[in-house]
């Protein structure tokens, strides 16, 4: 064995520990190493000191590891070296110092030395200059309480330390916490101190403890360090972010003591479910459940929850335990308190308490023990007070978890024959439902989203449980008023304890679990007074069974011929199955916005075919304005106007005439009119309009010119060409046009275009550079698309590229960079990375967090995701602070399900809760006292549908026209944002200002449009349910100057990467890193 | 060893499909290289299981946008398109596909087949055996499949195969009666003839036959006879009002037989139902299978029925003459006999038990065309012709 042995590297371990990494070669078999200290380095006889160490040996490496207790033992001066038995003989060994720097480690007011340059590993020992204070004893008890003590170390030359206070920092929101409680003893020199997190909750990140201590004269603040053999305690829970974590105290990397909050992710019950059950409306879980670690009395299990999978709604069961575990939850439908409403699935948890925190746990059914069969069933539920009906199914989920499935298929039905005779439907079928004590009212027709219903004739049978029923309607005799041209389902009511509830009559008792296509009845025809009436029977998808009521009368569009200066066609026509010869017939033209109709007789009647001309004279004389127009064709039957829409019948005459350019003709300028059959429903279409840019025959050729062009001239183009562009071109204000005056104030390796349309709205934003503003679809606009290397995007492609090309978008050969016109989270998006032909060469994002959204939601791949922030961040500017009269900002989001009718608006939950915010006086009094104006800014939808809904408001609230500003004003001139779900908050945010989230429709939301974050724990603000809360919540933001509170600091972590205003810079760089 | 088929389209649906997709599973099993060439190509994957060993070749892509890549030249797109409307040279007019085919299809395929250097090819319908004769390498063992007797193709087929399928190395036919039928046509010729069924997979599930369902799946072509078994039907429902037939299928006489199911007033017991790819789980929820064909060479679908002991009402035509043992374990109708067809009908509708025992010896009696019989004689068959080779 080589006597050299070197000392490569020493450091601090946690635990108060170090470890020493020495490099010896040995081919024999060591027994054991121990560590020796003495005067000398060498074999004498002198006094040495040997010390309890560990060591371990892998290869040629000796790592030892010593505590601070045993090397604070070495006398000051000593020198290091080893003791190695081996063969059973102990030898000295010395140690070679081949430390590259100075080694130091202070604790219990001493500080040793290992310095580089001696040559031997000499340990040289001082007392500490600077006061150190060391924590020894931590311990935890319940209502998060943590006593801490420890002994105050003097420094050599300090004299009365006096301790001011005691703190906790958040590292990274800097913001502290003052701890009150806290005793010296400066004679025998200890300290305590006790912290209450129930005073002062904690949210995440590292708070380390400090304190500010008077030495001599003077401040000086002090890290308390953690002096305990184990590195880490684990504290009592607490709730956060709606889940269970607990207190955790800790040495840090700078051995102080620290504290922070750890999510628990242990489970603590097991399940043994013996029974699901669903008898006379009462639901039963019966099993025994197990509980581990249950610190105090207090925690228990407190409940069983059904919680919905999309809209997260909550349904409380209570429990009952017994001292052996067993338990039973029950809930009683009766109860309108507990009503599974919203349909799909309902998973199923129990709720355990633990320090005054419900902590869920999904209820498993893995067990062996337990059989399906008795967790499974689907029965009815049903509420008479509410009049509410559901089926509800029990199963065993993939992951083996208990849930629920909710529908609204109630009865098992089958329509085992539908007569379709003269003029009559007789239905004839069965309903029943083993597990419901109900009887069969009748059977109607209900007119789909309508009010109409068609009474019919029913006889019902009960047989064994089983309800045969016919029903007939006779076509002949109804009135037919109200029903023509719509169509109509057959609704069933059923009685269930006195109480009606209508159902859809589905016919879903064999196993053709799609009939639509399957089973096909023959049109029945009625003469009803004299008009030709035509039913049509079938089902839906769903197998729900229906009626479309129209006339018989058919018209097909024979011949179209484009002259010179005007249309003809020829329409031949049937009623009843027998050809019309009469001259009372005409073609009606209807525009959906507009009320009238318009009139055309036929040219000639011949042969049983109508012939028409259209021609400019014509359309004047009409009247015709611009728009699409669809084309019926009416007679009169015994008096009744009979209609139908002109379809194609012909597959050629269709295809020859499917596009608006196929007969269009000139009428003045750039405005055409044109026939054109509907290819998919083969309806004939009139329309006037101007030429589209692709249907204009020269574009194409300007098109392939400029393709030609760039071809020939690519090679004496030196720079590279950036489109870049946003919103169709139509706007300069977003990230498009961010990043465009980035590059054109910072870099000049490449040409960059701004793609704009003539009537930009931020007209004023392009003027200063419009040598590089490209018009779109001008020719120099075709040609540079040829020429470009990148299509640089806001919104989508069509930003950039030609009109003419827009209906091409899969075959777009151009390479894509994805800038974004938002932070993806909170609104689910139809996006993927094979959108636009594949070519997305890098996407935008803001922060890791979108990047996996990207990656995992819809399956880009790592490298096609740069996270650099969006560009518009980079010239986000607060202006909220110089304003005299600050500013609160209402943005609510759109809801696309609240639309078309008044009614259903103006009684929508949105409407009124919105409503009844603006006019709340106690928020009136706010805005006045405190001097404020609270600007509206409600969707474009609403501003141009419903702005009068919002009118007489206080003089206060501004209700925000958007032809008149910007949002990104709105956001640098406010100072609080009030919203529900808009990502207009990640630009108000990235500015460090206060957000409040008003979601009283949460559930709503998430079955509408879902999200890709929890809109309950991950947002960068305040929530509130009710407007109460959100009015505590802004007279909070009022009364502390609408200071951002720091914990969402650490929430943004999760959005924005980084906040330098360097984010166009990234992006540059990083598409220049594209080969 | 390697092995080529050359089919229509694998990713399509039916009996020569499955046929080909079966054999095909069971040479990857045996560890032969296998490769089907596909003319067509109609969906991403194929709609029976291949084994993933297998390589596919398909030479168009029919799928919708597909034919292109997004960087093909217009010029060339121009020449394709022209191309495709040339109708085939090829191909014999009279066969089925016919108007399926056209040159640019001609162009690839014969490129392909001169391609085969080695190994077996095997190929599927009368044309493709011809053009296997005249394109293929002369080391390519060429074998043949025939579904027909030799008297059913039109006269310019058979003078074609007179004097093409003398030069193949083997020929395979469905039946004794097409065997002796082309060892007789071609006897000058050198080509060995094979007596090979379509082979299947017995499920492990038997239908009940406790449901009042009688099915029917095919092509909704005027050779399968489906307006025969409507008429068939409908006098059934006079007398048995309860019962259902589903037709699952896809085609042009769908419009025609629809009306004649309204003529009927049948409309509540008679469905086209679409085509399916479980056709097998609904056969299990059937209780009697009915084949009307006017002409059937082979009748894989009556096997599969079987295999699930489903009991089959079937013209007597060829092929399921020799798959169906009459009053044994299914019933043959007088090939065109509505009246019969019915009263067949009638009979398994109304004994039960009469259908049980009928499907369990069905089931019993297809075990012949299961893999182990019918793979060992294509193992066989293989083996034979690489001596052959060997020794010429």
Same mark, same amino acid.
């Given at each position: 064995m080589k006597n050299n042995v070197f000392l490569e590297k020493i450091y601090r371990l946690k635990n108060r520990r170090i470890k020493l990494i020495l490099n010896m070669e040995t081919r024999e078999t060591i027994d054991h190493v121990g560590i020796i200290v003495g005067p000398t380095p060498k074999a004498d006889h002198s006094f040495k000191h040997s010390l309890n160490s560990s060591y371990k040996i892998i290869d040629n490496n000796l790592e030892i590891i010593i505590s601070y207790k045993e090397f604070s033992k070495i006398p000051d001066g000593s020198i290091i070296g080893l003791m190695i038995t081996s063969e059973n003989q102990a030898r000295y060994i010395e140690i070679i110092n081949h430390l590259k720097k100075k080694f130091s480690v202070s604790f219990s007011g001493e500080t040793y030395l290992i310095s580089e340059k001696e040559d031997r590993i000499k340990v040289c020992k001082k007392s500490s200059k600077g006061l150190i204070l060391e924590c020894d004893e931590i311990l935890s008890y319940k209502g998060k309480r943590f006593e801490l003590s420890g002994i105050l170390y003097n420094g050599s030359n300090i004299h009365e330390p006096k301790i001011n206070n005691v703190y906790l920092q958040n590292e990274d929101t800097k913001e502290k916490v003052f701890i009150e409680n806290f005793t010296v003893n400066y004679s025998v020199n200890t300290f305590k101190i006790s912290i209450n997190l129930n005073i002062h909750p904690l949210y995440e990140g590292e708070w380390n403890l400090f304190s500010t201590i008077n030495v001599n004269n003077k401040d000086e603040i002090t890290s308390i360090l953690f002096c305990k053999e184990q590195s880490k305690l684990q504290g009592d829970y607490l709730e956060y972010n709606n889940s269970l974590h607990y207190y955790e105290v800790y040495e840090n990397k700078q051995s102080q003591v620290a504290f922070h909050i750890v999510k628990n992710k242990r489970k603590f019950i097991s399940f043994d479910i013996n029974g699901v059950a669903l008898e006379r409306n009462l639901l039963t879980i019966q099993g025994f459940l197990q509980v581990s670690l249950i610190s105090s009395k207090e925690d228990k299990v407190t409940n069983i929850i059904f919680m919905n999978r999309d809209t997260k709604e909550k349904v409380n069961l209570p429990i009952d335990i017994d001292n052996n575990g067993a338990f039973s939850a029950k809930i009683s439908f009766d109860d309108e308190n507990n009503l599974i409403k919203e349909n799909g699935t309902w998973d199923v948890f129990a709720a355990l308490c633990i320090s005054g925190v419900n902590e869920l746990t999904r209820i498993n059914i893995n067990s062996n023990q337990t059989s399906e069969e008795f967790i499974s069933f689907s029965k009815p539920i049903y509420n008479n007070q509410l009049g509410f009906i559901k089926n509800v199914r029990s199963y065993k989920t993939v992951g083996g978890n208990l849930a629920l499935h909710v529908t609204d298929q109630i009865v098992t039905c089958d329509i085992t024959k539908a007569e379709l005779e003269d003029g009559r439907t007789i239905v004839n079928g069965f309903v029943f439902n083993g597990d419901l004590d109900f009887s069969l009212k009748d059977i109607h027709l209900q007119k789909i989203n309508g009010e109409e219903k068609i009474i019919c004739k029913n006889e019902v049978k009960k047989d064994n449980n089983l309800f045969y029923f016919k029903t007939e309607i006779d076509w002949g005799t109804i009135n037919i008023k109200e029903i023509i041209d719509s169509d109509f389902q057959f609704i069933i009511t059923i009685i269930v304890k006195d109480k009606e509830y209508p159902l859809e009559l589905v016919s879903n008792f064999d196993d053709i679990s799609n009939k639509s296509r399957a089973i096909i009845y023959p049109l029945l025809r009625a003469n009803n007074n004299g008009y030709p009436l035509q039913v049509r029977h079938f089902y839906n998808r769903k197998n729900a069974f229906l009626v479309s009521i129209g006339n018989t009368l058919n018209a097909y569009c024979i011949a179209l011929r484009k002259r010179r200066k005007?249309?003809?066609?020829?329409?031949?026509?049937?009623?009843?199955? !027998?050809?019309?010869?009469?001259?009372?017939?005409?073609?009606?033209?209807?525009?959906? *916005?507009?009320?009238?109709?318009?009139?055309?007789?036929?040219?000639?009647?011949? *042969?049983?075919?109508?012939?028409?001309r259209i021609n400019e004279s014509l359309i004047k004389n009409l009247g015709l304005s611009i728009g699409s127009y669809e084309i019926f064709f009416a007679i009169k039957v015994n008096n009744f106007g009979v209609m139908t829409r002109v379809k194609g019948i012909d597959a050629r005459i269709i295809e020859r005439n499917s596009t608006f350019k196929s007969n269009a003709i000139r009428m003045n300028e750039n405005i055409y009119y044109s026939l054109l059959i509907d290819q998919k429903s083969t309806s004939l279409n009139f329309e006037i309009r101007e030429l589209k840019v692709i249907e204009k025959s020269g574009e194409k050729i300007k098109f392939l010119l400029a393709k030609g062009l760039a071809k020939m001239t690519r090679r004496f183009i030196k720079k590279p060409v950036w489109l870049i562009g946003e919103n169709l071109g139509e706007i300069a204000q977003d990230?498009?046009?961010?990043?465009?005056? #980035?590059?054109?104030? !910072?870099?000049?390796?490449?040409?960059?275009?701004?793609?704009?349309?003539?009537?930009?709205?931020?007209?004023?934003?392009?003027?200063?550079?419009?040598?590089?503003?490209?018009?779109?679809?001008?020719?120099?606009?075709?040609?540079?698309?040829?020429?470009?290397? #990148?299509?640089?995007?806001?919104?989508?492609?069509?930003?950039?590229?030609?009109?003419?090309?827009?209906?091409?978008?899969?075959? *777009?050969?151009?390479?894509?960079?994805?800038?974004?016109?938002?932070?993806?989270?909170?609104?689910?998006?139809?996006?993927?990375?094979?959108?636009?032909?594949?070519?997305?060469?890098?996407?935008?994002?803001?922060?890791?967090?979108?990047?996996?959204?990207?990656?995992?939601?819809?399956?880009?791949? &790592?490298?096609?995701?740069?996270?650099?922030? =969006?560009?518009?961040?980079?010239?986000?500017?607060?202006?909220?602070?110089?304003?005299?009269?600050?500013?609160? =900002?209402?943005?609510? !989001?759109?809801?696309?399900?609240?639309?078309?009718?008044? $009614?259903?608006?103006? $009684?929508?939950?949105?409407?009124?809760?919105?409503?009844?915010?603006?006019?709340?006086?106690?928020?009136?009094?706010? =805005?006045?006292?405190?001097?404020?104006?609270?600007?509206?800014? &409600?969707?474009?939808?609403?501003?141009?549908?419903?702005m009068d809904s919002f009118s007489s408001l206080n003089e206060r609230i501004e209700v925000v026209n958007i032809d008149k500003t910007t949002v990104r004003d709105l956001i640098q001139e406010s100072s609080l944002l009030i919203t529900d779900y808009s990502s207009v908050v990640f630009d108000f945010n990235y500015l460090r200002k206060p957000v409040v989230f008003f979601q009283f429709d949460l559930h709503d939301y998430l079955r509408h449009r879902g999200s890709y974050v929890d809109l309950r724990t991950d947002l960068i603000g305040d929530i509130a349910d009710t407007k109460l809360e959100l009015l505590n919540y802004i007279s909070e933001y009022v009364k502390t100057d609408f200071k951002y509170k720091p914990i969402y600091n650490i929430k943004s972590k999760k959005y924005y990467a980084y906040h330098d205003q360097e984010n166009s810079k990234r992006i540059y760089e990083e598409i220049k890193k594209i080969k | 060893m390697k092995i080529t088929f050359l089919v229509y389209n694998i990713y399509g649906m039916g009996g020569t499909v499955r046929t080909v997709a079966n054999i095909a599973n069971f040479f990857a099993s045996k560890d032969y290289l296998v490769e089907i060439i596909s003319i067509r190509r109609t969906s991403e994957n194929p709609l029976f299981i291949l084994d993933p060993k297998i390589k596919l070749t398909p030479l168009i892509d029919a799928r919708r946008g597909m034919l292109f890549r997004a960087n093909t030249p217009g010029y060339k797109k121009f020449l394709i398109n022209l191309l495709l409307k040339i109708p085939s040279i090829l191909i014999d007019k009279n066969e089925d596909l016919y108007k399926m085919f056209n040159l640019f299809i001609d162009l690839k395929l014969r490129s392909v087949i001169k391609r085969i250097n080695k190994g077996v090819l095997i190929t599927t319908i009368p044309s493709f055996n011809i053009l296997s004769v005249k394109y293929s390498n002369k080391a390519v063992i060429k074998i043949g499949q025939e579904h027909k007797f030799f008297e059913a193709h039109p006269e310019g087929l058979q003078k074609k195969i007179k004097k093409y399928y003398g030069k193949l190395d083997g020929l395979t036919c469905l039946t004794s009666s097409d065997k002796a039928n082309y060892e007789d046509v071609l006897k000058e010729g050198q080509v060995k003839i094979y007596k090979i069924e379509n082979a299947t997979h017995i499920p492990e599930e038997t239908a009940k036959l406790d449901k009042k369902v009688i099915i029917a799946a095919g092509r909704f072509s005027y050779e399968k006879g489906y307006d025969l078994l409507i008429l068939a039907f409908s006098e059934v429902i006079k007398k048995h009002p309860d019962w259902k037939l589903k037709i699952f299928g896809t085609g042009g006489e769908e419009e025609s037989l629809r009306n004649l199911i309204f003529e009927q007033k049948a409309y509540n017991n008679i469905y086209l139902m679409p085509k399916t790819d479980k056709i097998i789980k609904e056969m299990i929820n059937s209780s009697v299978y009915a084949l009307s064909s006017r002409s059937e060479s082979f009748g894989m679908v009556l096997i599969e029925a079987m295999s699930v002991g489903v009991p089959c009402v079937s013209f007597a035509c060829t092929g399921p003459r020799e798959v169906i043992l009459d009053h044994v374990d299914g019933l043959l109708v007088e090939e065109g006999n509505i009246e019969d067809f019915t009263n067949s009908l009638l009979t398994l509708i109304e004994s039960e038990s009469l259908r049980k025992e009928m499907g369990t010896k069905a089931k019993e009696n297809v075990e012949r065309y299961t893999f182990n019989i019918v793979g060992g004689k294509w193992e066989e068959l293989i083996q034979e012709q690489v001596k052959q080779k060997q020794k010429s």
């Open positions: 005007e249309l003809e066609f020829e329409i031949s026509s049937d009623i009843d199955q !027998t050809l019309i010869n009469s001259n009372d017939v005409e073609l009606v033209l209807k525009n959906r *916005n507009l009320d009238n109709e318009i009139k055309l007789s036929p040219q000639k009647n011949a *042969n049983n075919k109508y012939l028409f990230n498009g046009f961010a990043f465009f005056q #980035y590059c054109m104030k !910072t870099e000049n390796s490449e040409k960059y275009y701004y793609v704009s349309k003539q009537d930009n709205k931020n007209a004023e934003n392009i003027k200063p550079y419009h040598a590089n503003v490209l018009l779109y679809d001008s020719f120099k606009h075709y040609f540079l698309y040829w020429v470009c290397q #990148y299509l640089i995007v806001s919104h989508g492609i069509r930003d950039t590229i030609p009109s003419i090309v827009h209906n091409k978008l899969n075959n *777009n050969p151009k390479r894509i960079i994805y800038l974004q016109h938002g932070i993806i989270a909170m609104k689910k998006l139809q996006f993927n990375k094979d959108s636009y032909n594949g070519k997305i060469k890098k996407f935008v994002v803001s922060s890791v967090h979108e990047k996996n959204i990207l990656i995992e939601k819809m399956n880009f791949k &790592p490298k096609q995701v740069m996270v650099t922030g =969006l560009s518009r961040f980079d010239n986000l500017i607060d202006k909220s602070k110089d304003n005299k009269i600050k500013e609160i =900002l209402l943005i609510p !989001t759109w809801r696309e399900w609240l639309i078309d009718s008044k $009614t259903e608006f103006l $009684t929508s939950e949105f409407y009124n809760q919105y409503i009844g915010l603006l006019r709340d006086p106690h928020l009136h009094g706010i =805005l006045e006292k405190y001097n404020l104006i609270l600007k509206f800014f &409600p969707h474009i939808e609403i501003q141009r549908k419903y | -």
